[in-house]
């Protein structure tokens, strides 16, 4: 190897003519010589690939070899072509063959005398021969994939010195390739589809398209993978769209894992794919959402739980879908928020009330004591459950009436199941909407708080002054602005002659140590436990403060029984209401009614298996006054609000357009409801006569704010 190199170096510093170009063009004519003599070799041979791939990586090595021992050489030939300082570039043709480095040439005359000799002579044999064995390999007989291989490399190789060099191999193969491909798959997506169902298949193409990425990878220039790729992928899948399409509603009806997860996978390599899943996956969603509610129908308003517990089961359930099945894709999960929003918030879906109405009545059930089966820490767990769904709500303000009307109803009567647990219910709504969506709840809490020190502090007070009292009493002190307390009803009722006195002395208490506050004294929601001394054994009634009212008043009666003219005349309560009150203690057995004379008689032989009797739980249900009172109370208070934000956006803009006015307006609502714009134009007209706005002079769609 030495002496080759010296023999090279010799040759091209001979003096005093170098002879470079004679060597360079002696090894040209070698080569071309020997370039023909391969050609007729392989033009002979009925395997040309296998033919072909043997001569070519001898040839290749052999150029190799050559290349390292004229390095010299080619020292030479590239400084002959190289241009003096602000010259032309000189011709690089001087003799047979141009100028170029050694293993370049080699190449190049491969290329001329063998490559294109073979394609424009011989029938282009080597490539359908390459292309034959690629549709073999598909059909799954054995191949030499080696020599395939070499084949393939050599176009690549070949143009490796040239300013293009995957332009021989594109132009040579690939693109024969990629039409070959395109035919092959045409037809055997067609077969697959007409021969199986859509399940099979996927299956079958989803391994096709594995293997096709082993071959390309095997057997052609890593360039190709992605264009033949994408050219399978439209023949398999693009192709037949529509078809995979209308079986992805039956797989996920049937809750097919395995074939929705392969249809996630192809239907993502194609254009279009994607979005066609999620619009089928998000109605499927609401439909199934939809039915669980048209099913439970009428029941809704009355027993919340099925409709929040099925819901959020659902939720819990396409959540999980989407992590095991779409990889967490971002989309997926997005279409489930959009599908439960579409199903919370379709106020045509629950008969005679709203989803916001219906899950603060769910919380309501799961804070009670009267919560069946559960635990504290299942609670939490639901209530957790139940703040998703919160969160897909839009008329939030309709869930914070709601619900704080039932608080404050549990917090008066001492139905809580914990205080903890409410704590936290609060915590996870202001961790959702805000503090300010809060404060009122809050609030309630303070008040209950300070009533109990309250309380601790007028019993020292009364003991100390040897104050009479009469009977044990407890007052809850409410804050007027914070609490929802509607239905404020017979302010004229005639307290009990037992009760002025302590009501008496703690109005006083009240009003020396909190100066400038007044009571307003919420008889209707007051409860008292009464005893009852003489029936065959000692009972203690639970009752309302207008329960216990008429029964004392039958301690001072003759023979304990009273007209109902009697007893409206001394408690002052409707007749409604009294009539409703006698009523339950009729039912009870405690009272005996003579239609005849229309009175009422104590029952001396009352009997009753329990000495604890709840006889209040039915004043403390919704009426059907207290539901409406709310739902108005939303109304007016909605108006406020849009009020307030439109009186807020012009006074910093000043002036506005209509149209900008309601979109502003929409946004910063759209925390806590969403307004029509019908209540909008009415707002802006009532900002107008209140002149807080007036309209632009000459233009009618356009407001000025008036400071």
Not at 41 to 47: I, P, R, S, T, Y
Not at 81 to 88: A, F, I, L, S
Not at 555 to 575: G, P, T, V
Not at 588 to 601: P, V
């Amino acid at each position: 190897m030495a002496d080759m190199f010296q023999t090279v170096y010799d040759l091209c510093t001979a003096h005093p003519k170098p002879h470079s170009e004679l060597l360079f063009q002696s090894l040209g004519e070698f080569m071309a010589e020997h370039a023909s003599l391969t050609l007729e070799f392989v033009a002979g041979q009925d395997d040309v690939v296998t033919a072909y791939a043997g001569v070519w990586e001898q040839y290749r090595v052999a150029s190799g070899y050559l290349s390292v021992i004229c390095e010299y050489l080619d020292r030479v030939m590239v400084k002959m072509m190289r241009p003096p300082y602000g010259g032309v570039r000189r011709a690089a043709r001087q003799g047979q063959f141009p100028k170029m480095s050694i293993e370049a040439l080699a190449f190049h005359i491969w290329k001329e005398r063998v490559l294109v000799v073979l394609q424009n002579y011989h029938g282009n044999r080597l490539i359908y021969q390459l292309l034959e064995a690629i549709r073999r390999d598909r059909d799954g007989e054995g191949i030499a994939y080696v020599h395939v291989s070499q084949c393939v490399a050599s176009l690549v190789q070949l143009n490796q010195h040239t300013a293009k060099p995957l332009q021989l191999y594109i132009e040579t193969f690939e693109k024969p390739y990629l039409e070959d491909t395109k035919r092959y798959y045409a037809n055997e997506s067609s077969l697959l589809i007409m021969q199986h169902d859509i399940s099979s298949y996927m299956v079958k193409i989803d391994e096709r398209l594995a293997q096709e990425v082993v071959r390309n990878t095997r057997m052609c220039d890593p360039t190709s993978l992605d264009k033949v790729v994408r050219q399978c992928e439209h023949e398999f899948i693009t192709a037949h769209l529509s078809e995979i399409m209308t079986e992805v509603l039956p797989m996920l009806e049937h809750e097919k894992v395995a074939d929705c997860k392969i249809a996630y996978s192809l239907l993502s390599r194609v254009s279009g794919g994607i979005s066609a899943l999620l619009a089928i996956y998000q109605q499927f969603i609401v439909d199934c959402g939809k039915n669980i509610i048209v099913r439970l129908g009428q029941t809704i308003p009355k027993d919340p739980r099925e409709y929040a517990e099925n819901l959020m089961t659902l939720h819990t359930k396409y959540m999980n879908f989407c992590r095991d099945v779409f990889s967490s894709d971002l989309a997926f999960t997005a279409s489930v928020d959009h599908a439960f929003r579409a199903i919370i918030n379709d106020r045509n879906l629950i008969p005679n009330t709203v989803a916001p109405e219906v899950l603060a009545r769910y919380c309501d059930t799961l804070l009670k004591k009267s919560a069946k089966g559960l635990v504290e820490t299942e609670v939490e767990a639901k209530l957790g459950q139940m703040i998703v769904l919160f969160k897909y709500i839009e008329d939030k303000d309709v869930f914070q009436k709601f619900y704080s009307r039932m608080l404050a109803k549990r917090l008066i009567h001492g139905t809580s199941i914990s205080d903890d647990a409410e704590m936290n219910m609060i915590s996870r709504l202001k961790t959702a909407c805000g503090v300010e969506y809060t404060t009122k709840l809050q609030r309630m809490f303070t008040d209950t708080t300070l009533s109990s020190e309250l309380n601790v502090n007028f019993n020292q007070h009364a003991a100390s002054n040897k104050l009479k009292l009469g009977v044990d009493m407890n007052v809850m002190v409410l804050t007027a602005g914070s609490w929802p307390l509607t239905g404020i009803v017979n302010t004229d009722f005639s307290l009990p002659a037992e009760l002025e006195q302590s009501v008496m002395h703690f109005t006083t208490y009240y009003g020396t140590h909190y100066t400038g506050r007044k009571l307003t004294w919420l008889h209707h929601l007051a409860k008292a436990d009464v005893k009852i001394h003489n029936m065959d054994k000692r009972y203690e009634l639970s009752l309302s403060l207008y329960q216990m009212g008429v029964l004392l008043l039958f301690n001072a009666a003759d023979d304990l029984s009273l007209s109902f003219a009697d007893i409206q005349n001394a408690s002052k309560l409707s007749q409604a209401d009294l009539t409703r009150i006698l009523k339950i203690f009729v039912d009870i057995k405690l009272l005996k009614h003579d239609d005849k004379t229309n009175t009422y008689t104590v029952n001396s032989k009352f009997s009753n298996k329990r000495t604890k009797i709840k006889v209040s739980t039915a004043v403390q249900a919704d009426t059907p006054q207290e539901i409406s009172a709310t739902r108005q109370a939303v109304d007016d208070d909605r108006k406020l609000y849009l009020q307030a934000a439109m009186v807020r956006i012009m006074k910093a803009r000043k002036e506005l357009s209509h149209t900008q006015l309601v979109q502003e307006v929409i946004e910063v609502a759209s925390s806590r409801f969403a307004p029509s714009v019908a209540v909008i134009k009415k707002c802006i007209e009532q900002l107008i006569d209140k002149q807080y706005l007036d309209r632009v002079a000459g233009v009618r769609d356009r407001y000025v704010y008036i400071s």
